[in-house]
Each structure stands twice: as C-alpha cells, then as structure tokens.
C-alpha cells in the first residue's frame, strides 16, 4: 500500500525552502501513482490550501516518490515554492480516486482518504474538525523543533498501519532514503494481521480468529480486543503468547476450545450485534480494561462487522470499513482476507467458508462474471454529484439481490470494478461478479440471466430502478458484432490475398510463355557472324 511516510513542514530559519512530502510504496519497488491525490488543509478552517494530482508519475525503485521544495536534495519528482507547506496546526492527507475531483479551498473529507497526518509546531493549537475527519480520536503530532539544531522531520517508525498518528516520530530528515529511527523509540509491533474470523452459524459448535504473520513472529506484548455494542465499548480482552507457525498463520479457537498453544479463551460471543457494530483488534498493549471506548491508539489491525449494512458505521467506524455477515444463517460463516484487484475500494475481506490454519477461501478473478446491467431511472443528478456514495448503495443492493438469490455466501467484495455511468435517464452498469469455485460461479450466472430477463423494479437510497429490456438486450449484441466484425475482416483478407496470388500466377503464366515462344525470325535484327558469336 501506499502510505505518507515523512512530512518536514518547517525548516530552521526564514528560508522554508526545504520543506517536503515524502511517500512510500510498502511493496519497495516502482509503483504508478495513478488515481491518487496529495491535499494540503489548513487547521483553521479545514478547508484544502494545496492540491496536487499525482497521476502521470511513480515512485522511485525503491518505493519513494518525494513533493518539496528546490533547496530539497535529492530533487524532488514535484517541486513546491518555498514555504507552501504550513507549519501547522494543519494536515497532509492522501487520496485514491478516479471519480472524484479534489480542489482548493473544499472542506476536509474522509472520502477517498487513504492515509493523513495532523501536525503542529506549536504545542496549544487545535484542529478538531481535521482531527474528526481524518484521524478521529487520536492526538495531533507536535513536531519538536528542541530535538536536534538541525533540521528534523516527522518519519514513519512504528507500523506501517495508514492513518495512525503513534506511527511517527521527530526524527533527523531523510528524503528518498530509510528514515532515520533512533534505538531508543517505541518497539515496531511485529507485522502481524487478522487473517480469518468464523463466526459461528445455528449449527457451528465453534469460533475462531486466525492471525496471520512471518514464522516465528512473537505474539508477545500484544493483545485481542472484542468490542460489541452501540457504543462500540471493549466486552473482553486477551494477551496473546507464542509464535506465528512455520505456515504463517496462527489459530485461535475461541468459547473455551483450546487453540493448537492449548490457550482457553473464553470469549462468550462474537457474534455480530443485532444493533450497531462488532469488532475484532489486535493492539500492541497490554490488557483493554472493558468497557473502555475503541481508539486507534497502539492499533496493529481490526476488523469490523455487523448482521445489516445500514447498520454499519457509528463508533467503530474509524477502525476500518464495516463488513455485513449473514445473522439468521445456520451455516457457517467466516470473514477472510483475501487479494484484492480494485485500488479504488478499502474492502479486504470476503465472506467464505471456515479454513482454519489453511488458505483463505477467496473470490477469484478466474471465476468472474461479467456484469452489464441498464436501468431507467426519472433523473441522473444523484447519480452523478453522488456518484461514490450511489454506486456503494447500489452495488449493497445487487448483493443482496444475489444472495437473496443464491444463498451462496457473496458479499460486496465479490464486486470487482464496479462502476456506472448516467445520461438522461439512463444508467448503466458494469463490472465483475467474482465466484469462490465454479458452482458458485454458475448460480451467480444463473442470477445475472434472471435479471436481465425480466423488469425488477427496486430502489436504491429511496430512487426506484428498473431494468429496461430495450435497453438491456444490446449488452450482448457486442461479442456477437465482434464476431462479426472479425468474420467480414478474415473474409476481407482473404479476398486480398487471393487477388494478390491470382497476379501473380497471371504474370507468371505470362512470363512462361514468352520464354517458350520467341518472337518470329522475320522480326529479328541480323547481326554480323562475329555478334553472333560474341552473344553465343
């Protein structure tokens, strides 16, 4: 993923001419920027001072891509005046998008938003509406100017977790380069993520939440918190202990199962609230007394879930997008990290059946069903101001459409590049429809025919939709014209080719038969006996 990894707003003296942004592509090779965007907010209205469109460049091969001023060296890939980036209290917020369009002087906002930081030189300033929006419930980072005479800056060093404001720290500055963190700064959480949760179904006699880590990774320090309710409040907490496995996955069995370290956990119940939202996370802490409120504070990783997606959201939000699970099913049911193509979504994982301690069972792209739907709609406006917050209201309803359907476990990751475009009155959507195994790619292509086949009127945020046949019955029309098309091509070529070969046997025929009949005695000019000879 890409992250903000340094951010150096103030410079000693008046110069401010060496200020800079630095990113970091965690896979450490060259990644193309494409879709995302760098904002800068001010603290004292919130609203965006500077906005850069990063689409065009890339990072460096080692994952870096630098935004700064001309006294910065290394160059930076895009330069700034001098003195662009404010002191503070203000904000550095990282954007994907390829819908919406980020400009100056607009309020801060949380769409899109994939990693921020607030900062400050000044130890009393507030910015409480950026701290809401982009890093909610967390402290703004104070950029000491006491730590060094030199010039310092805030660096990435304790987890590589987006939107974390306890990842950074004063360090010496280090453009394009490893920042620079010193021995003595809080221990690196080991990297370690919530690889499955299995939550149980009527007739599942257990539970379980798998981790998921290099081998040999000490779990040690860290700690798994359940947190359930409408005000999102800790119901149990654990230390965990051991290692992560030779396979890199690490199982606990919860409701007093023992684990494979023979842990008892006693988790009474994970399953998801029937109002407001649940969540499992990992700190990097001690024991979370319960009761106590759900902060980003120390966070290695969460996951959050609730029975209905309008319920989604509320206290737990900002741990991370809401993923709805199916209550009243008897089967069981597990939430799987899985892969995912689409840049555009935070979505990570997917409803599946229970593998504990093996592979995650994932859509894959290999099963995938084209989607082409058309709607007729009274009025495009919604659809294209909101057209972010439609298209995720949209693509909820067709999954619930298709499990309603199939009963076959899909859930909006299964969604794959989902988008949609209105004119007039009509809307038009297309994307991919992943499957788990082949049956599973059938019933959803089962579903996909049903659907076009006749009307289904539904609504979509209160705007009603109906699929129009008229409109619908060209979406298939394009293989076949292409087969078509590709048919009046070969025979184009090969009328060609044959026009070209029938030349040229003509003109060889031709050849020949001159060779074979010379002109008549009578035409031929008399050379002397020497010529003759001569040309014999």
Known sequence: KLLINEVNPDNP????????????????????????????????????????????????????FLVGSSAVRPAPMIRLPPNTIQNGVDAVALYYSNTSIYSVSMAVTAEGLVDAVVYTSRMQEKADQLVKVLVPGQSILYENDSHSTEDESLSRCHSLSAKLQSSFQVTAVTPLGENFCSSSSA?????????ELCLAGGTNPYRFVEL????????????????????????????????????????????????????????????????????????????????????????????????????????????????????????????????????????????????????????????????????????????TLHHRRMLESLGRVLVSSLEGKCSCGISEFYLQELNLTCVGSLLKVWGQVWARQPEQQQSIETWHQDFLASPHPFSVDGRVLKTSPNCVAPKNAPSVSHSNASFQ?????LLVVGFVLLAFLFVSLAFYFIKRHPQNYTNIEMNDRGEIAADF
């Open 212 to 383: 998921e880590g290099k081998p040999g990774t000490s779990l040690g320090g860290l700690s798994l918190v359940f947190f359930s309710g409408k005000e999102g409040k800790a119901q149990a907490s654990i230390s965990l202990k051991g290692t992560i496995g030779a396979t890199g996955l690490f199982v606990f069995v919860l409701d007093g199962g023992h684990g494979h370290d023979r842990t008892n956990l006693t988790f009474k119940d994970i399953s998801a609230a029937s109002e407001g939202s649940s969540a499992i996370a990992v700190y990097s802490t001690s024991l979370i007394p319960g009761g106590t409120k759900a902060t980003s504070e120390n966070l290695v990783d969460a996951l959050v879930y609730t029975c209905e997606p309008s319920t989604a959201g509320g206290h737990l939000d900002f741990l991370g997008p809401s993923y709805a699970v199916p209550c009243k099913d008897d089967r069981p049911v597990s939430l799987s990290r899985c892969t995912c193509s689409n840049a555009s979504t935070e979505l990570q994982f997917a409803i599946s059946d229970p593998t504990p301690g093996l592979q995650n069972s994932c859509p894959q792209d290999a099963f995938a069903v084209d989607l082409h739907l058309c709607f007729l709609t009274p009025n495009c406006s919604m659809w």
């Open 187 to 195: 221990l690196v959480p080991p990297a370690v993520h919530i690889s």
């Open 489 to 493: 091509g070969w025979k184009i070529a």
């Open 13 to 64: 003296g008046g110069g401010e001419n060496a200020e800079y942004i630095e990113l970091f592509y965690t896979g450490q090779t060259r990644f193309d920027l494409q879709g995302y965007w760098l904002v800068l907010y001010n603290g004292k209205n919130s609203r965006a001072y500077q906005v850069l469109d990063l689409s065009g460049h890339h990072t460096d091969d080692l994952g870096y």
